[in-house]
């Protein structure tokens, strides 16, 4: 606290005691009440508005919080209140708590920028919903805020009778002076005109919210595969674990028909992307020469092939009209109809991995343990292949299953049947 750091100076021992006493009083010991009391206090210079803020103190919490959101919605900029919201949306639907570092990535990913205050500050400076708690996670200040943060659908309800866009500057300054010619200055302040006005310089649509569950899981499962697509960076990979172990939580806990129909369509042109093109698949499947733990690679290969769970929750996403209508390219939409289709759907989906996995097998050099786990890839979906047309009973799911040589051939057959010449 700034102004009441020098306790040598006049009055100010006094007004600490002063505080202190009435925190206790007003607050019953309410850590919430105290700790966001006294985050308000630390930014203020006159006693008029401490004492203000001790006497707002005593008020309900539920009171507290919706005054909090209410402020921040009138003082936060556009680009705040879409950080406020990216936030939420990661405390409410991501399956971990984040910590800063994880969570500036979030906003990275989210703003294509990185904000020059570390995210550790800002609770205490601009976003009092939240703090970094005693674990070190961001979280909500008290578990009962995400009670009263209204649902987007509830606010766009609201604001659909108001303009979506911003007033002009000009335009509010005649309102203003129209105002302040018909109206006395007292009766001007004492409505707040100028805070109306202010909220008038503001697009509609710059709101606290929280999105309704089917599409905020979507919207999760959206950063996780914009994470799994683009190219990787320092940020990034501070979610790529998380991106690869929760994308398919997110999808398959979303109602298709509740979901919102654009965030679905540019779900489906991600999906497309992480299950044909190379560089996508080599970071779904953890392709990296520094990977060298043999069960973190068989994981890997019973997620994708020795069980079918991932698998059918990709294929129940691909089979919504919705998913295609932002795919442009024509092969690729073709392959997505092909997947949707067929009655070999799980073949169709997996084939590009494993097209991938005989590339690294055959025409790179690798490691002797990355060319292993490229061949036992590959050995699983040809099993998976021959066991569906008769060919073979037998699975090769378990670790310690030795290939025999015919079998070996038959891979490297396959491989050169799929592999450009």
């Given at each position: 606290?700034?102004?009441?750091?020098?306790?040598?100076?006049?009055?100010?021992?006094?007004?600490?005691?002063?505080?202190?006493?009435?925190?206790?009083?007003?607050?019953?010991?309410?850590?919430?009440?105290?700790?966001?009391?006294?985050?308000?206090?630390?930014?203020?210079?006159?006693?008029?508005?401490?004492?203000?803020?001790?006497?707002?103190?005593?008020?309900?919490?539920?009171?507290?919080?919706?005054?909090?959101?209410?402020?921040?919605?009138?003082?936060?900029?556009?680009?705040?209140?879409?950080?406020?919201?990216?936030?939420?949306?990661?405390?409410?639907?991501?399956?971990?708590?984040?910590?800063?570092?994880?969570?500036?990535?979030?906003?990275?990913?989210?703003?294509?920028?990185?904000?020059?205050?570390?995210?550790?500050?800002?609770?205490?400076?601009?976003?009092?919903?939240?703090?970094?708690?005693?674990?070190?996670?961001?979280?909500?200040?008290?578990?009962?805020?995400?009670?009263?943060?209204?649902?987007?659908?509830?606010?766009?309800?609201?604001?659909?009778?108001?303009?979506?866009?911003?007033?002009?500057?000009?335009?509010?300054?005649?309102?203003?002076?129209?105002l302040l010619t018909l109206c006395p200055s007292?009766?001007?302040?004492?409505?707040?005109?100028?805070?109306?006005?202010?909220?008038?310089?503001?697009?509609?649509?710059?709101?606290?919210?929280?999105?309704?569950?089917?599409?905020?899981?979507?919207?999760?499962?959206?950063?996780?595969?914009?994470?799994?697509?683009?190219?990787?960076?320092?940020?990034?990979?501070?979610?790529?674990?998380?991106?690869?172990?929760?994308?398919?939580?997110?999808?398959?806990?979303?109602?298709?028909?509740?979901?919102?129909?654009?965030?679905?369509?540019?779900?489906?042109?991600?999906?497309?992307?992480?299950?044909?093109?190379?560089?996508?698949?080599?970071?779904?499947?953890?392709?990296?020469?520094?990977?060298?733990?043999?069960?973190?690679?068989?994981?890997?290969?019973?997620?994708?092939?020795?069980?079918?769970?991932?698998?059918?929750?990709?294929?129940?996403?691909?089979?919504?009209?919705?998913?295609?209508?932002?795919?442009?390219?024509?092969?690729?939409?073709?392959?997505?109809?092909?997947?949707?289709?067929?009655?070999?759907?799980?073949?169709?989906?997996?084939r590009p991995a494993a097209e991938r996995m005989?590339?690294?097998?055959?025409?790179?050099?690798?490691?002797?343990?990355?060319?292993?786990?490229?061949?036992?890839?590959?050995?699983?979906?040809?099993?998976?292949?021959?066991?569906?047309?008769?060919?073979?009973?037998?699975?090769?799911?378990?670790?310690?299953?030795?290939?025999?040589?015919?079998?070996?051939?038959?891979?490297?057959?396959w491989c050169q049947t799929v592999l450009p010449?």
């Amino acid at each position: 606290m700034p102004a009441l750091n020098d306790r040598t100076r006049l009055g100010i021992p006094e007004l600490r005691d002063n505080i202190r006493a009435r925190l206790c009083a007003e607050t019953q010991g309410d850590y919430f009440k105290i700790d966001k009391t006294l985050d308000h206090i630390s930014s203020l210079e006159y006693k008029t508005d401490i004492k203000q803020a001790l006497d707002d103190a005593s008020k309900e919490r539920s009171q507290q919080i919706t005054e909090a959101i209410k402020k921040m919605n009138e003082s936060r900029s556009e680009k705040e209140l879409l950080e406020i919201n990216e936030i939420i949306r990661w405390i409410v639907y991501g399956k971990d708590v984040l910590t800063p570092k994880q969570m500036s990535a979030a906003l990275y990913v989210r703003n294509g920028e990185t904000s020059l205050l570390p995210l550790e500050q800002k609770p205490k400076i601009k976003y009092s919903l939240f703090e970094v708690d005693r674990n070190g996670k961001v979280d909500f200040r008290s578990s009962e805020i995400e009670r009263y943060i209204p649902l987007k659908k509830t606010t766009h309800d609201l604001e659909d009778s108001y303009s979506k866009e911003a007033a002009q500057a000009a335009e509010v300054a005649m309102i203003k002076h129209f105002l302040l010619t018909l109206c006395p200055s007292e009766v001007y302040t004492k409505l707040k005109f100028d805070a109306y006005l202010a909220q008038l310089s503001k697009p509609k649509g710059s709101r606290i919210n929280k999105d309704e569950p089917h599409t905020g899981e979507t919207k999760m499962a959206l950063t996780c595969l914009d994470i799994l697509t683009e190219k990787t960076d320092r940020k990034r990979t501070r979610l790529l674990t998380h991106a690869r172990k929760y994308f398919i939580n997110h999808l398959s806990t979303v109602d298709l028909a509740l979901a919102d129909i654009a965030c679905k369509s540019a779900v489906g042109v991600l999906l497309a992307k992480l299950f044909t093109e190379g560089s996508s698949i080599d970071i779904l499947l953890h392709c990296a020469e520094s990977v060298d733990d043999p069960n973190l690679r068989y994981k890997i290969r019973r997620y994708w092939l020795y069980s079918n769970d991932s698998v059918n929750t990709i294929l129940r996403w691909f089979g919504d009209s919705a998913i295609t209508s932002e795919i442009t390219d024509t092969a690729t939409r073709a392959w997505v109809a092909s997947v949707a289709s067929e009655a070999e759907s799980d073949e169709d989906l997996m084939r590009p991995a494993a097209e991938r996995m005989a590339v690294h097998f055959l025409q790179e050099a690798h490691s002797e343990s990355f060319t292993k786990d490229a061949f036992l890839f590959i050995a699983g979906f040809v099993n998976k292949i021959e066991r569906r047309k008769g060919v073979v009973t037998h699975e090769v799911n378990d670790p310690s299953y030795v290939y025999s040589v015919e079998e070996i051939e038959n891979v490297e057959n396959w491989c050169q049947t799929v592999l450009p010449r």
